[in-house]
């Protein structure tokens, strides 16, 4: 059974940039979360998508936008970069949104420069 | 003051010692209780998971959880040289049918061979 696959692994912004980050969950999950991860603030969440549907979102600023396609795989822009937005992007999958057994993937690294 | 406080180590311990882990949360409504490790440039994985009060063991592994003293821990038996990761502690509570996740900034461990 394939893994959470998210794309790129790695990215290189400059800020005011835009940048678009692909998560596919594993076959037949249909919830997806995101989170943000930095050596200060430890493991933020974003937002969680459920059958396409925005369910849950975390404390960010509105430059910060997912959504999810009808097969569960899901995508998160962040628009107008800023430097504080390096990070680590993670995107877990789950069942459900009330499966708390959740399988992240590698992440993107994002910098910001 | 954050929901879940957990130390940040570095902890580095021999191998083969016991290795003691531990979260504090402030949130009462707080119903499972998971650890995560995450080795570097990795995602996290989800080692154990707990509901309510209680111990759960899986191999060298057992998972604590004292709702009274809102306390959570993670005890490594046997420590190996693999074991050295990063390792981060999640509770959540339901919130309007799903569940909202929130994760500590995790506690760095060093096994030393």
């Known amino acids: 059974k394939a893994g959470v696959t998210q794309t790129p692994r790695y990215l290189i912004k400059t800020r005011g940039q835009q940048v678009t980050l692909s998560c596919s969950p594993i076959?037949?999950?249909?919830?997806v979360s995101w989170y943000q991860q930095t050596p200060g603030q430890g493991l933020q969440f974003l937002f969680e998508?459920?059958?396409?549907?925005?369910?849950n979102k975390g404390n960010f600023p509105g430059r910060f936008s997912g959504r999810q396609f009808s097969n569960s795989r899901s995508e998160m822009n962040v628009s107008t970069l800023e430097l504080g937005d390096s990070a680590l992007y993670l995107c877990?999958?789950?069942?459900?949104?009330?499966?708390?057994?959740?399988?992240f993937g590698q992440g993107t690294r994002l910098t910001v420069v | 003051q954050k929901e879940v406080e957990q130390d940040p180590g570095p902890l580095s311990v021999p191998e083969g010692a016991i290795v003691s882990l531990n979260c504090t949360y402030s949130?009462?409504?707080?119903?499972?209780f998971m650890w995560y490790r995450q080795y570097s440039r990795k995602g996290p994985e989800l080692l154990m998971y707990t509901y309510s009060s209680g111990n759960k063991e899986d191999g060298r592994f057992t998972a604590q959880v004292d709702k009274s003293s809102k306390y959570i821990s993670l005890f490594i038996r046997d420590s190996q040289p693999s074991d050295s990761a990063t390792y981060l502690c999640a509770m959540s509570n339901s919130a309007g049918g799903y569940q909202k996740v929130t994760f500590g900034t995790g506690t760095k461990l060093q096994v030393i061979p």
């Open positions: 949130n009462s409504a707080f119903q499972y």
């Open positions: 998508y459920f059958s396409e549907t925005q369910r």
């Open positions: 877990a999958s789950s069942l459900n949104s009330v499966n708390t057994e959740a399988f």
């Open positions: 076959s037949g999950h249909r919830s």
